[in-house]
């Protein structure tokens, strides 16, 4: 595709649901990041791949939090038990290296809603 | 660890006035990138303008420009001739050198873009 696209773009859980999180990077692109941004702030951290490696998970707010991207592709997210703090965008971004830095492209990400 | 702030959570411009957005940061590293993005309804993040700490000239990109001061860690973004598409959130943005860091993000500043 021509962005990074994310899926589902609205997910509604009950607490206690588990929830996964799909994000489809632009092809070719080696990095992978996601992102966690409550109503009103900006984006942290959760995690960063490389390829199919999880280089840095120091941004994961808890145990509940998963994730992965198995054949360095497709990346998901899952998140077990949800709370109502989880309720939150979940944005996912892809990059390429350009020299020295590296691009990032940002998707639309899924706004879920833990009721 | 690096932290980045915008005391501004509001602004508005008059269309087709000057507005700067104020941004600090912090950070004990020399060697870094600053970034101004731009968050539509939407949620998709789009960069708007880059600027590498090792650089004294300031970045431009048409409408949009930086003052950096790197000795004040300050970083504003002036958006030239506003337009009614440039209402947004806007997010200041600090990453380290190393091309596979995570960037860290200010709270945003909602900018309001008045016919």
């Known amino acids: 595709g021509a962005g990074v696209s994310q899926s589902p773009r609205y997910k509604v859980a009950k607490r206690g649901q588990d929830v996964a999180l799909r994000c489809d990077p632009i092809?070719?692109?080696?990095?992978l990041f996601w992102y966690q941004q409550a109503l009103g702030q900006g984006p942290e951290f959760l995690t960063y791949?490389?390829?199919?490696?999880?280089?840095?998970k120091s941004g994961l707010p808890s145990d509940r939090f998963f994730a992965e991207r198995p054949e360095g592709s497709v990346s998901t997210l899952k998140i077990q038990r949800t709370q109502q703090e989880d309720s939150a965008v979940y944005l996912c971004?892809?990059?390429?290296?350009?020299?020295?830095?590296?691009?990032?492209?940002f998707g639309q990400g899924t706004r879920l809603t833990v009721v | 660890a690096q932290t980045v702030t915008q005391s501004q959570p509001e602004m508005s411009v008059q269309e087709a006035e000057t507005v700067t957005l104020s941004c600090t940061y912090d950070?004990?590293?020399?060697?870094?990138?600053l970034f101004w993005y731009k968050q539509p309804p939407s949620r998709q993040m789009i960069l708007v303008i880059r600027?590498?700490?090792?650089?004294?000239q300031n970045a431009t990109e048409n409408r949009f420009s930086v003052n950096f001061q790197k000795a004040a860690k300050s970083f504003s973004l002036k958006i030239s001739d506003s337009q009614l598409g440039d209402a947004a959130m806007y997010f200041c943005?600090?990453?380290?050198?190393?091309?596979?860091?995570?960037?860290?993000f200010g709270k945003g500043t909602r900018l309001h873009i008045l016919p």
């Open positions: 971004a892809s990059g390429f290296n350009r020299g020295r830095y590296t691009e990032a492209f």
């Open positions: 092809s070719g692109h080696v990095s």
């Open positions: 791949f490389q390829n199919e490696a999880q280089l840095d």
């Open positions: 950070t004990s590293e020399s060697d870094y990138y």
């Open positions: 600027q590498e700490a090792y650089k004294q």
């Open positions: 943005a600090y990453r380290n050198r190393n091309r596979d860091d995570k960037i860290i």
